[in-house]
């Protein structure tokens, strides 16, 4: 069965630093999402996309977050100057369509900023 | 902010006795879908539920959709030690696909 694959599964970071997480969606789907799940804390919206751009985003996604699919396949979220609180588990998400259309999760990545 | 609060929080069961976890909000959701979540992996989707009042079954858990859209239910029957895990329920808005998720019921079943 087709599945949504993350890398790397753990970063870790130093404050300031610029990170990118990698996920590949599953190839026939078009919606894509990334969540967070700070430890112990529910897991949070981040941003839709969907048609090269961006169709939804949360408080949380300010603007030190930026998404991009590359290359058709790829699909990246990029923290320009980690803080600390950034530390959680990044999720990304795929769905073939919109509203009751089942998400498909990755496994995470767990970023850690020192 | 459309909040979901799922109850208990923690749950530790024997097997073979029967469970409900609840999530409740004061918001209305077009849907509501719930995940199970394993250590080091991410949500998979156990079932969504539309239409107000409307209830699933998946083999011994079931799940029900509010009348009103606003709470969900997921019994299980007969709990296995392979139910043991993290419970989750999402809803979802009228109009995109941002899922607001609960914070999780912890469910261990002893054998």
């Known amino acids: 069965e087709p599945e949504v694959t993350q890398t790397p599964s753990h970063q870790v970071t130093q404050m300031g630093q610029e990170v990118i997480l990698r996920c590949v969606p599953i190839s026939n789907h078009l919606y894509f999402y990334w969540y967070r799940q700070i430890l112990g804390q529910k897991v949070e919206f981040l941003v839709s996309?969907?048609?090269?751009?961006?169709?939804?985003k949360s408080e949380i996604f300010d603007d030190q977050f930026s998404v991009e699919r590359p290359d058709g396949s790829n699909f990246t979220l990029k923290i320009r100057s980690t803080k600390l609180e950034d530390s959680a588990m990044y999720f990304c998400?795929?769905?073939?369509?919109?509203?009751?259309?089942?998400?498909?999760f990755g496994n995470g990545t767990r970023l850690t900023v020192t | 902010t459309q909040l979901l609060e799922q109850s208990p929080q923690f749950l530790s069961i024997q097997e073979g006795e029967n469970l409900t976890v609840y999530c409740n909000s004061s918001s209305v959701f077009s849907s509501l879908q719930w995940y199970r979540q394993e250590p080091g992996e991410g949500p998979v989707l156990l079932v969504t539920?539309?239409?107000?009042?409307e209830v699933k079954k998946l083999k011994r858990l079931t799940f029900q959709f509010g009348d009103a859209r606003k709470d969900s239910s997921l019994h299980i029957t007969a709990a296995q030690p392979g139910d043991t895990g993290l419970y989750l329920c999402a809803g979802v808005r009228n109009a995109g696909n941002m899922l607001t998720f609960g914070g999780g019921t912890r469910l261990m079943v002893k054998p």
């Open positions: 996309f969907y048609n090269n751009e961006i169709s939804e």
């Open positions: 539920v539309v239409t107000g009042g």
């Open positions: 998400a795929s769905s073939p369509g919109q509203g009751h259309s089942p998400l498909h």
